[in-house]
C-alpha cells in the first residue's frame, strides 16, 4: 500500500487528506477500522517511543497517546496489589509482561488516557487484548496480534477499532520534512540513542544514581522525546507517572506533571483504595470521581445529591493536611526535563513530589542556583548535554 486516504485532516473541514510514500509502500497494515490523521499522527509517535523504550530496557514496552502526546508510558514490570488496584486490573488474573505495561501506561493519567492511541513495543497477546477491550480507546499500533488478541480488538467500537500492524524492521530516511503554510521544513531526524552514558555528569555533591534510577530516567528521557514541548516527565518504577507537555514556561510543566504524579500517588491511599463506591459504576465515573475527591474541590464530590449518585455512603473528608502527609511518603522518584531549568523553584517543587534523581541539559546562566537547591535537598542530578525538543 502506498497510500491511504483520510476521512479528513486534523479537523473535518479539512480535505482532502491522505497519508503516503513518496517511495515504496507504506509500513503499516490496517487490520480494522479506518485511522484518522491525529490517530496517525499518534500511532507513528507512540511507535517510536516503545520502540526505544524496548531496547533502552530490554523489556515490553507500551504508551498510551493523547494529541501526539503520551499520557503514559511504561515498561512491563510486575504490577503490586494496590497497582492492580489502582488500574482497576485487580480482577484479571495473571497478566503478561506485555500486559503490565500497558496497565501502567494507561494507569498512570487515566483521565487523560480516555480515548487513547495506544502503541505496543511486542505482538499483543490476549492478556493486553483483554485489557483494553474494557477501556474507551480509539485504537493500537504494534508488530503483531495473536489470531485471539485481533479478534478481541477487532469487536471493539461496534467493529470499528482501528488495529494497525507496522513492520517492526521498517526504518525511515534520515531527513524528515513537513510544511507549513506552504514553506516545507527539513531536518535530519533526532536518532538520539539515550542510554547510561547520557548519565554520567553528575553534577551535585550526591553523585550516586542507582541502576534502577538510571533505568528510570531513560523511561523518563525517551518519554520527552516524543512528547511536545516545553515537557517535564517523573517516573517511578519503570513508568511514567507525570507528564506535563506542551506548556510555554518550564515551571509550569514542573507543576502540571509534579500534580498528575502527586494524583498517582494519592490514589493509593487507603481512604481512596476503600472509597465505598455502588456496585455498577463504570471505570471512567469511578476516574472522575477520585479525581475530584483528591483534588481541592472535594467538597463537589461529598455535596448532598452528588454522593448517592456513586457511594453507598458519604466518605469522609480528605483533608489538605492528610494529604500532604502522604505525599511526604513519596520517595525516589525520577524527574526528566528536555531543556534546562532555568530557576531554582523547578528544583523546590519537584522536590514535593520525592523527585531524588534528575536529568536535565544544564546550559542554564542560573546552573549554580538549580544545582545549589538540588545539593539542599540531597538531590542526584545529571547533565546530559542534550536538548530534546519535539513539535
Not at 495473571?94 to 496497565?103: K, Q, R, S, V
Not at 504494534?142 to 489470531?147: D, K, L, R, S
Not at 538520539?192 to 553528575?202: K, M
Not at 445529591?305 to 522518584?333: C, H, I, Y
Request: charged share 25%; hydrophobic share 35%.
Amino acid at each position: 500500500m502506498k497510500e491511504f486516504e483520510l476521512k479528513y485532516g486534523c479537523n473535518p473541514n479539512q480535505k482532502p487528506a491522505r497519508v503516503f510514500m513518496q517511495n515504496g509502500e507504506l509500513p503499516i497494515e490496517i487490520l480494522n477500522g479506518k485511522p484518522g490523521y491525529i490517530n496517525l499522527l499518534d500511532a507513528f509517535n507512540g511507535w517510536q517511543l516503545v520502540r526505544e523504550l524496548k531496547k533502552a530496557t530490554g523489556l515490553p514496552a507500551a504508551t498510551s497517546f493523547k494529541h501526539v502526546s503520551p499520557a503514559g508510558a511504561a515498561v512491563g514490570l510486575p504490577l503490586t496489589d494496590v497497582e492492580k488496584k489502582i488500574y482497576w486490573v485487580d480482577d484479571m488474573g495473571e497478566l503478561t509482561p506485555m500486559a503490565n505495561a500497558y496497565a501502567r501506561a494507561r494507569g498512570a493519567d487515566r483521565m487523560s488516557s480516555f480515548g487513547d492511541f495506544i502503541s505496543l513495543s511486542d505482538v499483543c497477546d490476549v492478556a493486553t487484548a483483554k485489557l483494553i477491550k474494557r477501556e474507551v480507546s480509539d485504537g493500537i499500533i504494534a508488530p503483531g496480534y495473536e489470531p485471539e488478541a485481533l479478534e478481541i480488538l477487532s469487536a471493539k467500537k461496534k467493529g470499528n477499532y482501528c488495529v494497525i500492524k507496522i513492520d517492526p524492521e521498517y526504518v525511515p530516511a534520515p531527513i524528515e520534512r513537513k510544511d507549513v503554510f506552504g514553506v516545507t521544513f527539513e531536518q535530519g531526524r533526532n536518532e538520539l540513542v539515550i542510554n547510561d552514558e547520557l548519565f554520567a555528569n553528575v553534577v551535585t555533591e550526591n553523585k550516586d544514581i542507582p541502576e534502577s534510577a538510571r533505568i528510570d530516567l531513560a523511561i523518563a528521557m525517551i518519554t520527552l522525546k516524543y512528547t511536545q514541548s516545553n515537557s517535564v516527565c517523573y517516573t517511578k518504577g519503570g513508568q511514567a507517572i507525570g507528564i506535563g507537555a506542551g506548556q510555554q514556561s518550564r515551571i509550569h510543566c514542573t507543576r502540571l506533571a509534579g500534580q498528575k504524579a502527586d494524583n498517582w500517588f494519592l490514589r493509593q491511599n487507603p481512604k481512596v483504595l476503600n472509597l465505598p463506591f455502588k456496585d455498577g459504576i463504570g471505570r471512567a465515573d469511578r476516574d472522575n470521581s477520585i479525581d475530584v475527591y483528591i483534588g481541592d474541590e472535594y467538597e463537589d464530590i461529598l455535596a448532598e445529591g452528588t454522593w448517592q449518585k456513586f457511594f453507598t455512603e458519604k466518605p469522609s473528608v480528605f483533608t489538605r493536611e492528610e494529604k500532604r502527609a502522604w505525599l511526604d511518603k513519596m520517595d525516589n522518584v525520577c524527574l526528566g526535563s528536555d531543556a534546562f531549568f532555568p530557576f531554582g523553584d523547578n528544583i523546590e517543587r519537584a522536590h514535593k513530589s520525592g523527585v531524588k534523581y534528575i536529568a536535565q541539559p544544564g546550559g542554564s546562566v542560573r546552573d549554580d542556583n538549580v544545582i545549589d537547591t538540588c545539593n539542599k535537598y540531597g538531590i542526584a542530578m545529571c547533565f546530559t548535554g542534550i536538548r530534546l525538543f519535539h513539535h
